[in-house]
């Protein structure tokens, strides 16, 4: 599986951006489709994860309400719609993918397929 995220900028804090993932080389079904930050200078981190089915969602609380997942499977795409964006949001965002039809895994170590990165620059 190749992920490739794309949609990473610069916004003013305040901001909205939308990230995408799009998986190819093999069946995008059974899988969940997650979204990992790493800021400078810290450890990658949990953002939001998506179901295979679609009906579970699972957010961190430091971007619940701001932040909501969707996928397209038809597109192989899922999209991460940032609205709210804070300067503590500027990261590289990083798409993930883990085996699965209705978990909504949180940890790293579950996925094993990841893009290669998209960075989102929130300024004051």
Do not use: H
Not at 28 to 54: D, L
């Amino acid at each position: 599986v190749q992920l490739q995220a794309s949609g990473g900028g610069s916004v003013q804090a305040g901001g909205s951006l939308r990230l995408s993932c799009t998986a190819s080389g093999r069946t995008f079904s059974s899988r969940a489709m997650g979204w990992f930050r790493q800021a400078p200078g810290k450890e990658r981190e949990f953002v939001s994860v998506i179901s295979w089915t679609g009906g579970s969602t699972y957010y961190a609380d430091s971007v619940k309400g701001r932040f909501t997942i969707t996928r397209d499977s038809a597109r192989n795409t899922v999209y991460l719609q940032m609205n709210s964006l804070k300067v503590e949001d500027t990261a590289v965002y990083y798409c993930a993918t883990a085996p699965g039809r209705d978990e909504v895994p949180v940890r790293e170590y579950e996925y094993d397929y990841w893009g290669q990165g998209t960075l989102v620059t929130v300024s004051s």
